[in-house]
Nanobody
Framework: QVQLVESGGGLVQAGGSLRLSCVAS????????MGWFRQAPGKEREFVAA????????YDEQIVKGRFTISRDNAKNTVYLQMNSLKPEDTAVYYC?????????????????WGQGTQVTVSS
């Protein structure tokens, strides 16, 4: 069972930046696809970004609009989400997710393990 632990959330003013981190257990992290989702109060969990085992990235451009970057460091079993130009509507709990082995697919049900989430709050 892969375990995921997120960190890096917090309170930031609009226009600010945060970098979320997610550390995964498992010796074959390099073969996992990793994703970031978020869930705002009263809303469904939504896809934000994903990164393939080989570093290829996919974003929900309606959300990201060039502001977020997903990356991974396989030596550290860690995936990151750099978030710039944050807006109040980015306020949500952000979840890291792992897909192993990588099978493609970006939907919520396509992921096999989830972290506990980290709160991001953007004030106006």
């Amino acid at each position: 069972q892969v375990q995921l632990v997120e960190s890096g959330g917090g309170l930031v003013q609009a226009g600010g930046s945060l970098r979320l981190s997610c550390v995964a257990s498992g010796r074959i992290f390099r073969t996992y696809a990793m994703g970031w989702f978020r869930q705002a109060p009263g809303k469904e969990r939504e896809f934000v970004a994903a990164i393939s085992w080989n570093g290829g990235s996919t974003y929900d451009e309606q959300i990201v609009k060039g502001r977020f970057t997903i990356s991974r460091d396989n030596a550290k079993n860690t995936v990151y989400l750099q978030m710039n130009s944050l807006k109040p509507e980015d306020t949500a709990v952000y979840y890291c997710a792992a897909q192993y082995p990588e099978r493609g697919g970006l939907g919520y049900a396509e992921y096999d393990a989830w972290g506990q989430g980290t709160q991001v709050t953007v004030s106006s």
